[in-house]
């Protein structure tokens, strides 16, 4: 009737219903993670982001090895038969496993750079905030306004794969970090939360999480949904989130959308559009609001020779006033407790 040429299912099928499918309509048939594993792919462009989609590839392949045609068919029969189909199984078995192994040593090797970057953020005391969110819900462009960098964002699903790390300076003058993440998305392949673990156990480790919605979305609840269950998987509890209701240009106008953007689980929310520029003092008035919860007031006097230690507090603490005196400087800061 329409003449497709392919099909693809909503929904993760087994070996034996693509297959019988597949003879039934004469046609190609794929299923939901076999199209978000094409997209990571086409995505993909650092060596970290090749190598974390081919081992969710090759982990998918591995698990539907059996069943995948007749070319893998057991043929043969009897005491001490094996047919050529079980012996090209077997083959294929062993050699993706091979490949799993190797990719899984390289994967913890990055894991383990991150965690020594993560060490050396840590010991600097600059708070980190990290940007989660369902697929194109505007996180890099959010980055990108924040920053001022020049992370690639594009209006398409899964622009950006690897975690982008950039400094911003609150109007406190406090100096903060924010982790870009992989966007999330509905039933998102367990090969793939597997694969990418590493770069999203960065949210696990921010102190803040700055939860991107696409409020313009008519599903955005469903996504917002997604977005905490994904977050429940990863075991990321308790952490202080400010859920940024995205694009306010396409829904400011529409009263019922507006009244109905919330988020209950979000210490603050605000609404943005992060493209022109739209609610960002708003929003880093915000952050840096939240930032000095559980911060002291605090006094301190500096002199001449103590310049780097009184620059180090003026990085990663929020400055009060600075009081010039002949022989110091006075400065009332809010700092960690």
């Known amino acids: 009737m329409y003449e497709a040429t392919g099909i693809i299912c909503d929904d993760e099928l087994s070996p034996v219903q693509i297959r019988n499918l597949t003879d039934i309509l004469d046609c190609k048939v794929i299923d939901r993670t076999i199209l978000i594993l094409d997209i990571f792919a086409a995505h993909a462009f650092t060596n970290e982001g090749k190598i974390q989609v081919k081992m969710a590839q090759l982990k998918y392949r591995f698990s539907h090895l059996q069943g995948l045609g007749k070319s893998l068919s057991r043929q043969g029969g009897g005491i001490g038969t094996r047919g050529p ?6 083959t ?15 994967i913890a090797d990055v894991k383990r750079v991150r965690e020594t970057m993560r060490k050396k953020r840590d010991n600097e005391g600059i708070p980190v905030l990290a940007i989660v969110g369902y697929t194109n819900a505007g996180k890099s462009t959010l980055l990108n306004r924040l ?8 209006d398409k699903l899964f622009a950006t794969l690897d975690p982008t790390t950039r400094h911003c300076r609150l109007p406190q003058g406090q100096h903060i970090l924010f982790t870009d993440t992989v966007g999330f998305i509905h039933k998102l392949p367990h090969n793939l939360v597997d694969a990418f673990k590493s770069t999203l156990e960065e949210a696990g480790y921010a102190d803040i999480l700055l939860h991107v919605v696409d409020g313009s979305d008519p599903e955005f609840e469903l996504h917002m949904k997604t977005v905490y269950e994904t977050l429940d998987e990863l075991d990321v509890k308790g952490k202080k989130v400010i859920t940024v209701f995205n694009k306010a240009d396409k829904y ?61 507090i003026r990085r990663t603490c929020q400055i009060v006033s600075q009081e010039y005196l002949e022989d110091c400087i006075l400065v009332e800061v809010y700092m960690p407790g």
């Open 85 to 90: 189909g079980e012996t090209k199984l077997e």
């Open 92 to 106: 294929d078995r062993r050699r993706l496993q091979k490949r799993i192994s190797v990719l899984s040593h390289w």
């Open 147 to 154: 920053t001022g960098s020049d992370v690639m964002a594009e």
């Open 252 to 312: 400011e106008e529409d009263p019922e959308i507006a009244f109905y953007l919330r988020d209950e689980r979000a210490e603050k929310c605000v609404r943005v559009s992060a493209l022109p520029g739209k609610g960002m003092d708003e929003l880093l008035k915000i952050i840096g609001d939240i930032v000095r919860e559980g911060y002291v007031l605090k006094k301190m006097r500096f002199t001449d020779d103590q310049g780097a230690e009184l620059e180090r």
